[in-house]
Nanobody, 125 residues
Framework: QVQLVESGGGLVQAGGSLRLSCAAS?????????MGWFRQAPGKEREFVAA????????SYADSVKGRFTISRDNVKNTVYLQMNNLKPEDTAVYYC?????????????????WGQGTQVTVSS
């Protein structure tokens, strides 16, 4: 079992950058899980943003963030990151990190086992 806590959200102008962190704690280390970032805007369904495999060797991104966002992980620090550059107003959402017992990168939110509480990202135009 693992507990996830996101941080790093905030208010930023369009074109700016933010770096989200997801710190993991619990009986098992982060290296046992593939990790993902999802987001949910008001009135919309939760959507996939990015995912990374257990050892960090494989990543995947939603088309809407490809080339602007980068997911990474540090299994020693039990932390996953989401570097977000060139932010747009449509990136405004609550961002969640999630952990899956499966080995590979996963875009399906239903295959994740643990979720954080979310961190708000607001991008002003």
């Amino acid at each position: 079992q693992v507990q996830l806590v996101e941080s790093g959200g905030g208010l930023v102008q369009a074109g700016g950058s933010l770096r989200l962190s997801c710190a993991a704690s619990g009986r098992t280390g982060l290296s046992y899980y593939s990790m993902g970032w999802f987001r949910q805007a008001p009135g919309k369904e939760r959507e996939f943003v990015a995912a990374i495999s257990r050892n960090g060797g494989s990543t995947s991104y939603a088309d809407s963030v490809k080339g602007r966002f980068t997911i990474s992980r540090d299994n020693v620090k039990n932390t996953v990151y989401l570097q977000m550059n060139n932010l747009k107003p449509e990136d405004t959402a609550v961002y969640y990190c999630a952990a899956s017992n499966l080995r590979f990168t996963i875009a399906n939110s239903g295959l994740y086992d643990y979720w954080g509480q979310g961190t708000q990202v607001t991008v002003s135009s």
